[in-house]
């Protein structure tokens, strides 16, 4: 496992493996999920909500609760489409299609990727390449490696220039790809 994250107690890992996150101390990452919880009721604004609702999902995908985070990406969504820019509604998006990847429900996750990979570029550089990240990981959970390739490469390459932290996701996830391609 590779860990990518800076809080000990909510140090995620990922599966070098299957590419999905987990978190290093399970009962931490609960613990954030009820303060989470706590945060999204008492948000100052729809922007603060949807900050917490965006992190909410993030967790109990990590944490295997994905009915709860299919529920929480949904309501990120229409948050995001009343309140947040076009930015926000793009990664709220880009998150529940992730769920839905990881629930094995591709024939949702392929329709919002392909609409999101359309749109990416128009969000600049870090969008992009998390766009990028997420339709390798969805098409590696489908087994079409060659695109998961191309995708962690473009990925890898933005975060790369861009001295990005994410970066070391994109190698491992490019380096699963290349194996499971196997040798050219």
Same mark, same amino acid.
């Given at each position: 496992m590779t860990s990518f994250d800076d809080e000990p107690d909510l140090a995620m890992t990922y599966d070098p493996e299957t590419l999905h996150e987990h978190y290093a101390d399970e009962a931490a990452a609960r613990a954030?999920?009820? /303060?989470?919880?706590?945060? !999204?009721?008492? &948000?100052? $604004?729809? !922007?603060?909500?949807?900050?917490?609702?965006g992190e909410l999902v993030e967790r109990l995908r990590g944490i295997g609760e994905l009915d709860d985070a299919l529920d929480e990406a949904n &309501? &990120? /969504? $229409?948050?995001?489409? !009343?309140?947040?820019?076009a930015a926000q509604q793009h990664t709220a998006r880009l998150r529940l299609a992730q769920v839905h990847q990881w629930r094995g429900e591709f024939a949702e996750s392929n329709l919002l990727v392909t609409e999101l990979l359309a749109a990416a570029t128009s969000f600049g550089p870090v969008i992009e390449a998390f766009t990028r990240q997420q339709a390798g990981g969805n098409d590696y959970d489908q087994g079409h490696w060659a695109d998961a390739r191309?995708?962690? &490469?473009r990925a890898l390459t933005i975060r790369d220039e861009l001295e990005l932290s994410e970066r070391e996701a994109s190698r491992v996830s490019l380096a699963a790809a290349e194996r499971r391609l196997g040798p050219a």
């Open positions: 954030r999920t009820d /303060v989470l919880r706590g945060e !999204i009721r008492s &948000a100052p $604004d729809e !922007i603060g909500e949807l900050a917490a609702r &309501a &990120a /969504v $229409d948050r995001a489409e !009343i309140a947040g820019n191309e995708h962690f &490469a």
